[in-house]
């Protein structure tokens, strides 16, 4: 189910941006989570993956 890849994809990026894991080929990486825009990339995905999860949840529940 697309919704299902969706919110793990979106899970993935959260886990990986909140454990600063550094993603493949991308230098200062370190330098980079200190900035404001990825603060605030962080904190957006952090509520799109809060939002999807509870659609995800409500919806699946539903077609079952």
């Given at each position: 189910?697309?919704?299902?890849?969706?919110?793990?994809?979106?899970?993935?990026?959260?886990?990986?941006?909140?454990?600063?894991?550094?993603f493949?080929?991308?230098?200062?990486?370190?330098?980079f989570?200190?900035q404001?825009?990825?603060?605030?990339?962080?904190?957006?995905?952090?509520?799109?993956?809060?939002?999807?999860?509870?659609?995800?949840?409500?919806?699946?529940?539903?077609?079952?």
């Amino acid at each position: 189910m697309l919704v299902r890849k969706l919110l793990g994809l979106i899970q993935w990026l959260k886990t990986s941006m909140t454990n600063k894991k550094a993603f493949p080929g991308m230098d200062n990486w370190e330098q980079f989570t200190r900035q404001k825009d990825y603060l605030d990339i962080r904190q957006y995905i952090e509520k799109e993956y809060d939002v999807f999860s509870v659609f995800y949840d409500s919806i699946y529940s539903k077609l079952k």
